[in-house]
């Protein structure tokens, strides 16, 4: 029996779009698993960072010892390759009084057999092993209504021209998220836009597995486990329930909610069975540093016989609270600029960081012909993901400790792929690989260095042009660099300075200089004042800074100093070797109250820039080879929030 011409030309056509893709995925393959086993991570990394330590013991743990316990030799073996030591670990003390790791346990248990068969590096194959299949879906799912060049296009600018290289060379379990999530995705979604096979039997793999409705209990498995591992992602399961639901099948929607559940419940079941807790965070948790700085004694349980888990480490708690997020300047100040900040954000931007997801958006709203209802479900859920993450944890949405980018929102951007119409052309792709390159080439030229230093990119480029994120002070990348944060300026009580790029110099006593020729960014935070009330209790009182008084000092030079507060700009022209003193309004402020225990701080964004600057070496014959712009004191007056 001959085929007809037009089914044997779009198969043939298929069949070519499938060697792409297959030669595509092979070499994607080849060259990850390469790098993963030849790259030395201890070197590589230059220590652990934000939960590094905590993954990689348990990692180890149970690749070695079988179990989920911290005990002493799990803390010997870390110095095989790290001599600071587990930096950051967090434990918690179950019921039954053991130590246990405070993080969720199945990414380094599906990691465990790679790093028993090749150490440390075997995290890193598991994350080569995982971006591989994500390629593989990606370009299947774009393929399946693009042309075979645009689908491919667009594949690597969404997995490789983005943030995501970044957290593949993290121990972590954030890319490992963003992995399951979006290939879960896939085997729901691929039946969706590919259809049957024109040729049964030479594709009858594919049509058992991803073109029939089974397809749907991998993607359930899938989502549990990414459920598990970050419960924040349990909206992810609703457009396959709310698709099923709109279809009437009743039974389809009934087996997804039955297997996901259960992948769930089986997940912290096992949790409750190893801890005696189904919170693997929750009790009394703790993270362990190697010297304390004043709040809190240095060390790590087991180094020795003075420390234990009750004499060392540093008490935690969540980032997000009920006591917090049901107050009015959470919902309603907060809340509207956190979601300015999560799509603009210097440090956060979907637009900055994860702009091949903003794209996909920005093409699916466009394409007005090719938009199905399971689609309009996905995008549902990306949206409504992220408003659970800014509205339960208003001060530290993107990953605490000042990750790279949005790092809580990892895990979501891979359903976004899902929201691509049909590309004929690679126009779609190349843009969006340009466009996102301006903002992330600097951080995929370096992933490790970009995972020690993740504020340096945010000082230079297109970034500066984007806002700071006042509502998360304390969690800005900035504050892995301790000389440039809570700096102690003017005023009674001082205001406490962070200074976000590199043109302020350190602090002179309560004064800086201003690099010469720049502007200068600097988070300003009020204290909080401690009064006696009528009884004579101690009580701490928010305060809000009403005006600005700045002191301004130049050298040999002429300079113009601007100063922009957000309530006021001001224009100073100052001679060489002046001074002038400026009063400056400032706006209402951001409330910042991330432990409902305290009062609320209130933290303003100023900048700062001269126009001129000097070198004192050469212009004073000071020992001083820092081009220098304008001294600047700045003393707040506070009055009392409302």
């Known amino acids: 029996m001959t085929m007809d011409h037009g089914v044997a030309r779009r198969f043939e056509g298929r069949s070519q779009a499938w060697r792409l893709g297959a030669a595509s995925t092979a070499a994607v393959g080849i060259l990850l698993t390469a790098w993963s086993l030849s790259v030395d991570f201890p070197t590589a990394s230059g220590g652990f960072a934000g939960d590094a330590a905590t993954y990689y013991t348990l990692g180890h743990s149970l690749a070695h010892d079988l179990d989920f316990e911290y005990q002493r030799d799990d803390l010997v073996r870390v110095w095989k390759e790290f001599p600071s030591g587990p930096q950051g670990i967090f434990l918690k003390r179950g019921s039954g009084g053991q130590i246990y790791y405070a993080k969720a346990y199945i990414y380094p248990l599906l990691a465990a057999p790679f790093i028993w068969l090749f150490g440390t590096s075997g995290f890193l194959l598991l994350h080569a092993l995982l971006m591989t299949a994500c390629f593989a879906c990606a370009y299947a799912f774009l393929a399946a209504r693009s042309h075979p060049v645009a689908a491919l296009v667009f594949a690597v600018a969404?997995?490789?021209?983005?943030?995501?290289p970044v957290y593949m060379v993290q121990l972590g379990p954030d890319f490992f998220i963003f992995a399951v999530v979006l290939i879960g995705y896939f085997f729901w979604c691929y039946k969706e836009v590919a259809g049957p096979a024109p040729i049964a039997p030479a594709m009858s793999w594919r049509t058992r597995w991803l073109l029939a409705p089974r397809s749907d209990i991998v993607a359930a498995v899938l989502l549990g486990v990414a459920t598990f591992a970050k419960p924040t992602n349990v909206g992810l399961i609703v457009p396959l329930l709310a698709s099923a639901v709109l279809r009437r099948q009743w039974s389809r929607g009934a087996r997804i909610t039955a297997v996901f559940g259960a992948v769930v419940v089986l997940m912290f079941a096992l949790n409750v069975a190893m801890t005696g807790e189904w919170n693997y965070q929750g009790g009394e948790r703790k993270t362990f540093y190697a010297a304390g700085d004043g709040t809190f004694q240095g060390g790590f349980p087991f180094l020795n016989e003075?420390?234990?888990f009750d004499s060392v480490g540093l008490a935690r708690v969540g980032?997000?609270?009920?006591?917090?997020?049901?107050t009015r300047d959470a919902l309603l100040e907060v809340f509207p600029h956190n979601v300015g900040y999560f799509l603009f954000g210097r440090h956060t931007g979907f637009a900055a960081y994860y702009l091949p997801g903003?794209?996909?958006v920005l093409l699916f709203l466009a394409a007005t012909r090719d938009r199905a209802m399971w689609q309009w479900f996905t995008l549902a859920a990306g949206v409504i993901t992220a408003g659970v993450l800014l509205i339960y944890m208003p001060f530290t949405w993107s990953g605490g400790g000042g990750p790279v980018g949005?790092?809580?929102f990892?895990?979501?951007?891979?359903?976004?792929?899902?929201?691509?119409p049909p590309l004929q052309t690679?126009?779609?792709?190349?843009?969006t690989t340009g466009l996102s390159a301006l903002f992330v080439t600097q951080l995929l030229s370096g992933p490790f260095f970009a995972t020690r230093h993740p504020a340096e990119h945010t000082k230079t480029g297109l970034f500066r042009w984007l806002p700071t994120e006042l509502t998360m002070v304390n969690d800005l990348p900035i504050n892995h660099e301790p000389s440039r944060i809570r700096q102690p300026l003017g005023g009674d009580p001082p205001v406490t300075a962070f200074f976000i790029d590199d043109n302020v110099y350190d602090r002179e006593g309560d004064?800086?200089?201003v690099r010469g020729e720049s502007s200068a960014d600097i988070l300003l935070r009020a204290r909080i004042r401690t009064e006696a009330d009528l009884a004579g209790v101690e009580v701490a009182r928010s305060l809000r800074i009403e005006k600005l008084t700045a002191i301004l000092e130049t050298g040999p030079r002429p300079n113009r100093v601007v100063i922009n507060t957000g309530g006021e700009r001001r224009i100073i022209d100052m001679a060489a070797g002046s001074q002038q003193t400026v009063e400056i309004a400032m706006p209402h402020g951001m409330p910042y109250k991330y432990d409902p225990r305290f009062p609320t701080n209130y933290v303003y964004l100023i900048s700062i820039s001269s126009s001129s600057g000097f070198v004192p070496m050469f212009d004073t014959g000071a020992n001083d080879s820092r081009f220098l712009g304008v001294m600047v004191r700045l003393i707040p007056t506070y009055g009392a929030a409302e």
């Open 319 to 326: 980032g997000g609270s009920f006591g917090v997020l049901f």
């Open 406 to 408: 949005n790092r809580y």
């Open 358 to 360: 903003l794209m996909a």
């Open 158 to 164: 969404f997995l490789f021209v983005s943030v995501v």
């Open 410 to 420: 990892l895990g979501t951007y891979g359903v976004f792929l899902f929201l691509v």
């Open 511 to 513: 004064a800086f200089w």
């Open 426 to 431: 690679a126009l779609a792709g190349l843009l």
């Open 306 to 308: 003075a420390s234990t």
